[in-house]
């Protein structure tokens, strides 16, 4: 069984996000910690990333959200450890019109395919994300693309619970890796 690390993104997912909710179900998944989640700085994310890739046993599947899947973007081209893949989920377009202010050093993430296999799931009404950029995302990353329809910013504020559709579509991904 591969390891599994979350990355949340701006805020670190709250009580009521999927990702804390599936974290809660499932004790061997585990989540990365960077210094700040309010004051998010990229070289201090892909530190905290670097150092529990490392902790890992296996070469570990990384279940991001917003600005996490930044963080993926940047951190591929210069990363020093080996992922079994990404799943990505609500990547924030940073030259939307709602682009989060707090997370400058995030914005421009290298727009080139990453080297591991990945799927991204994106929703038809997230603020911080247009379907086009997305789906752009997607082919650029050279992920596999998921709609699943206006389901906002696919968080807590989003009123999923723990997703059981998420957690269909990650382990079908999860079962495409093995």
Not at 36 to 46: E, V
Not at 73 to 96: D, N, S
Not at 120 to 125: E, G, N, P, R, W
């Amino acid at each position: 069984m591969n390891d599994i690390i979350m990355l949340p993104g701006l805020g670190g997912s709250g009580e009521s996000h999927w990702q804390t909710l599936w974290e809660r179900q499932d004790p061997s998944i585990r989540r990365f910690q960077p210094s700040s989640w309010d004051r998010p700085m990229l070289t201090d994310w892909i530190g905290a990333l670097e150092r529990e890739i490392a902790a890992s046993q296996t070469p570990p599947i990384l279940i991001a959200h917003s600005l996490a899947c930044q963080l993926i973007a940047h951190w591929a081209p210069i990363r020093k450890a080996a992922i079994l893949g990404a799943f990505l989920v609500a990547p924030p377009e940073p030259t939307g019109e709602i682009y989060l202010a707090e997370a400058g050093s995030f914005a421009h993430p290298p727009r080139q395919r990453l080297p591991f296999p990945t799927q991204l799931v994106a929703s038809t009404d997230d603020p911080f994300c247009s379907l086009d950029y997305a789906r752009d995302s997607a082919e650029i990353w050279g992920s596999s693309f998921v709609d699943i329809g206006p389901r906002g910013h696919i968080n807590g504020a989003s009123g999923l619970g723990d997703w059981p559709e998420g957690k269909a579509i990650f382990e079908r991904f999860r079962a495409e890796l093995r």
